[in-house]
């Protein structure tokens, strides 16, 4: 690569992350309203929430994600049996409609971050990329926001 293109690689993800626009791949995938809240050390899992929108004509599948901030970051759902016993376990692969949304949100799907490798910082943000069965794949900054924030207004 030339030092111009390098250059210009940078300069494209450095859009793509403060934007949440994807670089290449599923170009029909719009993420909005993101965040995370902050974690109190590292010894306790982070969970970041998100809406994720299928703008395109065809069903998009979510297959995982990724980020420096946890060695172990799944979709992970929390369920509630009829006898009022919450329990989580990974979501697998989540497909997403033409014209729909997948919604992570406290108390259902959401990013669960698992072996965090620093402290979630109120204030601070990180990157999280989301995996898609196509091989594309959107990346969004997200905000750390306080420990008793209830959605990404705070």
Do not use: C
């Not at 111009?4 to 690689?9: G, K, N, Q, V």
């Not at 049996?81 to 997403?96: C, F, H, N, Q, W």
């Amino acid at each position: 690569m030339t030092k111009l293109t390098i250059t210009m690689l940078a300069t494209l993800t450095t859009l793509a992350l403060t934007t949440g626009v994807a670089l290449a791949g599923s170009e029909d995938v719009v993420v909005d309203d993101a965040w995370a809240r902050a974690s109190i050390g590292m010894n306790r899992p982070g969970a970041a929430y998100m809406t994720i929108r299928n703008i395109g004509d065809e069903a998009v599948t979510l297959t995982g994600i990724s980020t420096p901030l946890a060695m172990m970051p799944e979709i992970h759902e929390t369920t509630t049996s009829a006898a009022g016993v919450s329990s989580m376990a990974p979501a697998g692969e989540i497909t997403i409609a033409p014209g729909e949304a997948a919604e992570l949100a406290p108390g259902g799907l959401h990013a669960m971050l698992m072996q965090l490798q620093e402290q979630m910082i109120e204030g601070q943000s990180f990157p999280l990329t989301l995996n898609f069965s196509d091989g594309g794949n959107v990346t969004v900054e997200v905000p750390i926001l306080g420990f008793a924030a209830r959605g990404p207004e705070g």
